[in-house]
């Protein structure tokens, strides 16, 4: 059986900029971070962006996102920032508490 760490996948890595980025920066400021906003605002944010997918193994994916995380920084700070305000203004769950 092969060792899950060296597994080939495929991965968008935009894609997980986002998300890294995203749950932090939602839980720094005064807004709901549940899974319905969480997403909505990841939503958001990679409508701005064009995939880029890579292939890679588990163990070496968070170097890959590490090498990518320095071209798209301020592009995506930027895009998660007014994500989080239109999510914000206006949650599409119903339950805005903090976490929930």
């Known amino acids: 059986m092969e060792n899950d760490?060296?597994?080939?996948?495929l991965v968008n890595i935009v894609e997980a900029l986002v998300k890294l980025k995203a749950k932090g920066l939602m839980k720094s400021?005064?807004?709901?971070w549940c899974d319905k906003c969480f997403m909505?605002?990841?939503?958001i944010?990679?409508?701005?962006?064009?995939?880029?997918?890579v292939t890679t193994t588990r163990g070496e994916l968070l170097a890959k996102i590490s090498t990518y995380d320095h071209n798209y920084?301020?592009?995506m700070m930027v895009e998660i920032l007014k994500a989080m305000l239109i999510v914000k203004k206006s949650p599409r769950h119903g339950n805005t508490a903090a976490g929930s």
């Open 5 to 9: 760490k060296n597994k080939i996948i």
């Open 73 to 75: 920084q301020s592009e």
């Open 29 to 32: 400021i005064e807004m709901c």
């Open 40 to 43: 909505d605002v990841c939503a």
């Open 45 to 53: 944010t990679l409508n701005k962006f064009n995939p880029k997918y």
